[in-house]
């Protein structure tokens, strides 16, 4: 009897175009709202930003989860309310943990705007285990020259966060998770790594897995049969995955086991009980549909 097919489903994103700027949204989605512990896979840009203009995502809050942003081109301006003040360059991964509540912002400084600058990058966010939901906020950066990679055949490899290949990454991880960038050569193969789930997002080129195409700005997602990857023509894509994610809920910038737990992440927002971040506390991103936002308080969670 035939096995499954290496790929299991093919995701095409939600797109949404900012004015010259494109975000690609593969997950979540109707129908697959988690790929292991992830829960959102954006892929924004390569955007061309003219002088006067860049992005200005003011102040927001998150529960229950991590992100990572991560640069393929560009920069962006980090701020939260823990204090952390630090630009965002291609190759590094800064790993923001959310826990019990955290504020941050992303923006373009004066200097670079006032040039003009190119963007293009990836931003994911995972879910904490239910155990670590609650945790102190944290923020983690981990240079570009600290990621480990190596040379497999034609394919260079970068272990973003977990183990593959042989290398291990140094990001902190909170569950079994992987996060892998490969850059291919036409013709090269990769041999896919283990793990409960696993997705495939090419941001540039054209590949296969187990010969069906993979195509360019969609996440398939793997079945254990699941192979090989082949460059059809130059190719860089981003492998994640891990360990199966229970039930979560997932509502604006919050991701709980507990429902009544964004309910009240929500209500606390929308009551400023988040702190502010330090110089930027000015503005901020009421919740969906607030008819009357009110300016933050600043006060401690």
């Known amino acids: 009897m035939a096995g499954e097919p290496s790929i299991l489903k093919s995701i095409s994103p939600h797109?949404?175009?900012?004015?010259?700027?494109?975000?690609?949204?593969?997950?979540?989605?109707?129908?697959?709202?988690?790929?292991?512990?992830?829960?959102?896979?954006?892929?924004f840009g390569p955007?061309?930003?003219?002088?006067?203009?860049?992005?200005?995502?003011?102040?927001?809050?998150?529960?229950?989860?991590?992100?990572?942003?991560?640069?393929?081109?560009?920069?962006?301006?980090?701020?939260?309310?823990l204090g952390s003040d630090i630009l965002i360059h291609?190759?590094?991964?800064?790993?923001m943990v959310a826990g019990r509540g955290i504020t941050h912002s992303e923006r373009t400084r004066k200097e670079l705007r006032a040039k003009g600058y190119k963007l293009h990058g990836l931003q994911l966010w995972h879910a904490l285990?239910?155990?670590?939901?609650?945790?102190?906020?944290?923020?983690?950066?981990t240079p570009a020259n600290d990621i480990p990679e190596t040379r497999i055949d034609n394919v260079k490899v970068r272990v973003m966060m977990g183990s593959a290949y042989g290398l291990t990454s140094p990001v902190k991880t909170f569950s079994s998770i992987l996060y892998v960038e490969a850059d291919?050569?036409?013709?090269?193969?990769?041999?896919?790594?283990?793990?409960?789930?696993?997705?495939?997002?090419?941001?540039?080129?054209?590949?296969l897995i187990d010969g069906q195409d993979s195509p360019i700005f969609t996440m398939s997602v793997l079945s254990s049969e699941a192979r090989i990857i082949t460059a059809k023509t130059k190719v860089r894509l981003a492998i994640i995955g891990g360990a199966t994610l229970g039930k979560r809920y997932i509502?604006?910038?919050?991701?709980?086991?507990?429902?009544?737990?964004i309910e009240k992440a929500k209500e606390d927002w929308k009551r400023g009980r988040f702190q502010t971040i330090p110089g930027d506390s000015e503005e901020f991103i009421p919740l969906p549909n607030e008819t009357n936002p009110r300016k933050p308080s600043g006060r401690n969670l």
């Open 15 to 43: 797109i949404k175009d900012l004015g010259g700027f494109s975000v690609r949204r593969s997950i979540p989605q109707v129908g697959m709202k988690s790929i292991g512990p992830w829960v959102f896979f954006d892929h």
């Open 47 to 81: 955007a061309n930003f003219p002088s006067g203009e860049g992005i200005n995502v003011r102040p927001h809050p998150h529960i229950g989860l991590a992100t990572v942003s991560y640069l393929f081109e560009g920069e962006i301006y980090h701020r939260d309310s």
């Open 90 to 95: 291609p190759g590094a991964i800064n790993l």
């Open 129 to 141: 285990p239910e155990k670590d939901e609650e945790i102190a906020p944290a923020f983690y950066h």
């Open 184 to 207: 291919m050569e036409a013709g090269s193969e990769l041999e896919i790594p283990k793990a409960d789930e696993v997705g495939v997002y090419v941001v540039k080129g054209q590949a």
């Open 251 to 261: 509502d604006w910038n919050f991701v709980s086991s507990r429902k009544e737990r």
